[in-house]
């Protein structure tokens, strides 16, 4: 059985920076597309990041491009997203998600692509 948990949110000033874990396990973390959405208070669950299976490449939403980062530590089966440069609007509950396919860069946005999701963890930017 694959699980997922996040752990890293907080409460962090504008400007500040946090970091994101998602301990995989049921599964090696470099055999997944792994991706973060996040969910703001009144809105839909919105794409983050996505790192695609072993060596692959990244994607980021527009909204956080040259400020967040997804990547992975395969020894220790986790993945992150480090988020430099925290604003109010990026204040939301972060979902990891992992998908067992290899699937184009173009999908990785889309919640369909991932087979397994962490409970979230929240993320509070505020002053």
């Known amino acids: 059985q694959v699980q997922l948990v996040e752990s890293g949110g907080g409460l962090v000033q504008p400007g500040g920076s946090l970091r994101l874990s998602c301990a995989v396990s049921g599964r090696t973390v470099s055999t997944l597309a792994i991706a973060w959405f996040r969910r703001a208070p009144g809105k839909e669950r919105e794409f983050v990041a996505a790192?695609?299976?072993?060596?692959?490449?990244?994607t980021a939403a527009d909204s956080v491009k040259g400020r967040f980062t997804v990547s992975r530590d395969n020894g220790k089966n986790t993945a992150y997203l480090q988020m430099n440069g925290l604003k109010p609007e990026d204040t939301a509950i972060y979902f990891c998600a992992g998908g067992s396919g290899n699937p184009i860069t173009s999908s990785l946005r889309y919640e369909r692509t991932y087979d397994y999701w962490g409970q979230g963890t929240q993320v509070t930017v505020s002053s």
């Open positions: 790192l695609k299976r072993n060596m692959g490449s990244t």
